[in-house]
């Protein structure tokens, strides 16, 4: 299955989120209560039936609608859009009583007891059976339903299972992705240890009972684990399109969550969501974590492309499952729900709207507490949101302009954090990712965040840290794309194993080796205390100077075509070179020896975005803690400026006078905000 053209376009923005009228239907005074709060919290979309399951089919083929027909014409009368759930999240009691083999084996190789959520088998054939019936029943009874505006498949896909039907899924699948257990063994290495295996059934996936350290193996259950989701997301999708063609499908996905590559996923859906749930006002700093939240905003929307996605849950208060549930400060809902749209999402969603009376989230946050009215400061907070979105509505649909890519791959975590070596302590992908994204979101510059397989093209410069594995055709689409004129910086520890994980032999970094201008002899693992120093050459092309510090990493380089930018300060490998520049056809790749802290990132990437003229949404940086996006469409540009900090700032927004949406004034020159506090600018394209 592939991409089909189906599209996902809003007149406004959706304003919303997770509700559960089920729960309340011996009491139909809450239903009614319900749409009145809606009307007054400026609700104008609902996600439903996402655990509905066993309300929808209480016994097997037995199905009760009545309360979601119900529930469909009102929302339709109050012009309230439903995204309508797939309810195969959570399995009913009589299904895993009669069909037990939909019950999840874990890797210990023992069956669940039935409980919880995702708690089934994507292999089993009667589970796909059984949910593309109910998909089907709902389908044929509301796809033409007005109220009807997308679908939302299950709820947060994720986990695997480890049972007999699995097994064999995945001895299939291994036998088409290598074709002899000849070539499989060459990939996975077999004779290290002696696990060469010579028949197709000896072959078992990871388990503390077996093998976790053959990691051709690990890989390869890891990608079929995606690969086996992914067919089982298609199943439900298959019945959803046959009787509702028209309607775009999605699923909430969760950010970077590190079981499934959504990079595979997002190309059978039509739109791409996400849940958020950043932990505010926790140990450590906002701005920081605001930083990081706009990473994972810009990985959803780069999965189609820069299409806009939403933001299909976050809470409207608290959590109740994170290890502390602060209160959300005032300011922080309206800046945090706006930080998603300044990213590209059309839509601010919550879980939930109504709190639960009982279960595991009964004391999550919600728009309505179990107080059951409207004075709250949540509620006011959430009508706050709701104003905000009226006056931006133009800006739905708009999109984000990237000349900066910063790659993460999802099969790249896996192989480097299955590795042993060279350390076994923060290697940090993810984490060292963020770090070069940082200096971007610091200057205001729009960053995609991309995998190894996307296209180079239509960037300016790509970041790829921690490149450890290169997949065929990856370095040679890199060199087209330095060689067109491109830039690219590479890091330590690249080029070092194939899709097989698999070492590159003749010299890291494998691949890259040309294109980056050095051989990497080895690796120097830090201790955590431990302190190296990268001191710049005088007269680089850079115009950087001084020293700054190197933590954990240090790679022995020896330059080949490339210039040396900057040496280490001491050890045994002191006035070897750590930062390396080789001229490429047009381009440019840097090459970083070693692990810098964000001082040097900061002004590393500061003066490379200057000297290549990256676009900033301002003319002006914004002091610390500041946000600067910019959302456009149809020459009107939206500049989102947002302050994470808990001290007023003053931004200098030019002497070009705009338009502030959230307080109906015309502002220009320097503009206060409030600790956590939000403007939304409109001006003309390009002014």
């Known amino acids: ?13 959706w304003h919303g989120g997770d509700y559960n009228p089920e729960q309340w239907w011996e009491t139909p005074e809450v239903w009614q209560e319900d749409l009145r709060l809606m009307q007054l919290a400026g609700i104008n979309e609902v996600s439903v039936a996402i655990f509905a399951w066993s309300s929808l089919e ?6 009760e609608f009545d309360w979601l027909d119900q529930l469909m014409d009102r929302m339709a009368a109050h012009q309230i859009d439903v995204v309508l759930a797939t309810p195969t999240g959570a399995r009913p009691a009589w299904l895993a009583a009669r069909y037990p083999e939909v019950l999840r084996v874990g890797a210990d190789r023992q069956r669940n007891l039935f409980g919880e959520r995702h708690n089934h088998c ?10 593309q019936r109910m998909n089907r029943a709902l389908a044929e009874r509301y796809g033409r339903h007005p109220a009807l505006k997308l679908w939302h498949l299950s709820n947060e896909y994720g986990g695997e299972c480890h049972c007999d039907l699995c097994q064999s899924a995945f001895r299939q699948w291994l036998q088409q992705r290598y074709g002899s257990l000849d070539r499989l063994n060459h990939a996975w290495w077999t004779r290290f240890w002696g696990h060469t295996y010579t028949s197709w059934d000896q072959i078992e996936s990871p388990s503390p009972r077996g093998t976790g350290s053959l990691h051709g193996l690990s890989l390869d259950w890891k990608r079929f684990v995606t690969d086996q989701t992914l067919d089982f997301m298609r199943s439900e999708i298959e019945p959803l399109r046959a ?3 028209d309607i775009p499908v999605t699923t909430n996905f969760m950010g970077t969550y590190l079981g499934l590559n959504y990079w595979k996923l997002a190309k059978d859906l039509d739109v791409i969501s996400w849940d958020s749930y950043p932990r505010w006002h926790a140990s450590g700093s906002d701005v920081d974590l605001a930083a990081q939240v706009a990473f994972t905003h810009d990985l959803n929307r780069s999965l189609k492309g820069g299409q806009p996605f939403l933001l299909m849950e976050s809470t409207p208060s608290v959590t109740n499952w994170q290890a502390v549930s602060k209160l959300k400060r005032p300011g922080m809902h309206l800046l945090s729900s706006l930080q998603a749209v300044a990213h590209g999402s059309d839509s601010v969603q919550y879980f939930q709207w109504r709190k639960s009376r009982g279960g595991s989230e009964k004391f999550h946050g919600a728009v309505v507490d179990h107080a059951g009215h409207e004075n709250t400061r949540v509620f006011r907070d959430v009508q706050q949101v709701a104003t905000a979105l009226k006056s931006i509505n133009q800006a739905v649909g708009s999109q984000i302009d990237a000349k900066v890519a910063v790659l993460y791959d999802w099969e790249n975590r896996w192989a480097l954090e299955g590795a042993f070596g060279p350390r076994v302590e923060h290697r940090d992908y993810q984490p060292t990712v963020e770090a070069h994204y940082r200096p971007f979101w610091d200057q205001g510059i729009a960053a995609d965040v991309i995998d190894m397989d996307q296209d180079f093209s239509r960037y300016r410069l790509i970041v790829a840290p921690m490149l450890y594995m290169v997949r065929d055709g990856v370095s040679e689409r890199l060199e087209e794309f330095v ?6 910086v590479l890091t330590y520890w690249s080029g070092i194993v194939d899709d ?9 970094p494998g691949p890259l080796r040309a294109l980056a201008g050095v051989w990497s002899e080895e690796i120097d693992a830090l201790n955590d205390d431990d302190v190296n120093h990268m001191v710049l050459e005088s007269e680089n092309p850079l115009g950087l100077s001084g020293s700054y510090a190197c933590h954990l990493f240090c790679e022995r380089i020896h330059p080949e075509t490339a210039t040396v930018l900057a040496h280490y300060a001491s050890d045994f490998y002191a006035d070897e070179p750590a930062l390396t520049v080789n001229d490429v056809g047009r381009g440019h790749v840097y090459y970083m020896a070693a692990r810098n802290g964000p001082s040097f990132l900061n002004d590393f990437y500061r003066t490379l975005s200057h000297h290549l003229g990256l676009p900033t949404a301002l003319a002006k940086a914004p002091p610390p803690g500041v946000s600067v996006e910019v959302r456009h469409k149809e020459g009107v540009e939206w500049v989102f400026v947002m302050n994470f900090s808990e001290q007023i700032r003053t931004v200098d927004i030019g002497s070009t006078t705009c338009e502030d949406l959230l307080s109906a004034q015309m502002v220009s020159g320097n503009l206060r905000l409030d600790p956590y506090g939000v403007a939304v600018l409109k001006r003309t394209k390009g002014r």
Not at 1 to 13: A, D, G, I, K, Y
Not at 58 to 63: A, K, L, Q, V, Y
Not at 122 to 131: D, V
């Open 1 to 13: 299955m592939s991409e089909r053209p189906v599209s996902f376009s809003l007149p406004h923005f």
């Open 58 to 63: 209480p016994e097997e083929g037995r199905f």
């Open 122 to 131: 994507y292999t089993s054939p009667q589970y796909r059976r059984l949910t």
């Open 243 to 245: 009787f509702a063609a």
């Open 483 to 488: 060689k067109a004129g491109g830039t690219l």
């Open 500 to 508: 097989s994980d698999l070492c590159f032999l003749g010299g890291a």
